[in-house]
């Protein structure tokens, strides 16, 4: 086993045990794992709406710059790279809250499938299998949906990347034409990844709704 897969193997042993930590924590404090990733999911979906937002700030100082008339092209090279940064911080806010619902999710519906076989009464444990199905088919789709938005995170970020490394480089007007080429193919991926951002959230906000009632 070479080095990479070593240090891979130890940093995904590393977090699932924190998980196992914290998952153990919660249930010995009271909260039932069906809370537990209620609360989860409503996290995962407070921090798309951040990173969202968070684009759209970092989109509009692109357009901005775009309308460059004067100054020093060094203090807005250091307000894009700041908005890369946030943003590539915001991204990785929701792939661990994404992480952190598919664990939890993973280990309630291992143990709720387990559990069917603990009921006496054949009436009670079909109606159990039947709210375990249709919660883990919602749930699907919920993951399904938030895996696309992190998914759709990564080129948006790459071309944010890019256009401030060209500038860090290239501190003058070129630069600032370049920009505006790439300002509309920038304008259409932002406008995407905040139209699946909104339909994860709106998938969020139903699985919630279905698990508190």
């Not at 249930?27 to 951040?50: H, M, P």
């Not at 699946?196 to 906000?205: D, G, K, L, P, Y």
Request: overall charge neutral; some cysteine.
């Amino acid at each position: 086993m070479n080095l990479i897969k070593i240090v891979s193997l130890s940093l995904f042993l590393l977090i699932a045990g924190c998980e196992t930590v914290k998952l153990g924590t919660l249930e010995k404090l009271g909260y039932e794992k069906r809370e537990i990733l209620t609360s989860r999911v409503e996290k995962a979906k407070d921090s798309q709406e951040e990173a969202k937002q968070q684009f759209q700030s970092a989109l509009q100082e692109f357009q901005n710059l775009t309308q460059f008339n004067g100054g020093k092209l060094e203090d807005i090279y250091e307000r894009l790279n700041d908005e890369y940064e946030a943003s590539k911080k915001h991204s990785e806010a929701v792939s661990e809250r994404i992480d952190s619902v598919e664990y939890v999710a993973e280990k309630l519906f291992s143990e709720w499938k387990s559990e069917l076989k603990e009921y006496s009464r054949s009436d009670l444990r079909k109606k159990s299998e039947a709210q375990l199905i249709k919660t883990q088919k919602k749930y699907a789709t919920l993951l399904k949906s938030m895996r696309k938005v992190e998914k759709s995170i990564q080129p948006v970020l790459s071309v944010f990347n890019d256009q401030v490394l060209y500038l860090k480089h290239n501190l003058n007007a070129q630069a600032i034409a370049a920009l505006k080429n790439e300002l509309a193919t920038m304008k259409t991926n932002v406008n995407q990844l905040i139209a699946q951002m909104n339909t994860s959230i709106s998938e969020a906000n139903q699985f919630i709704q279905q698990m508190e009632n």
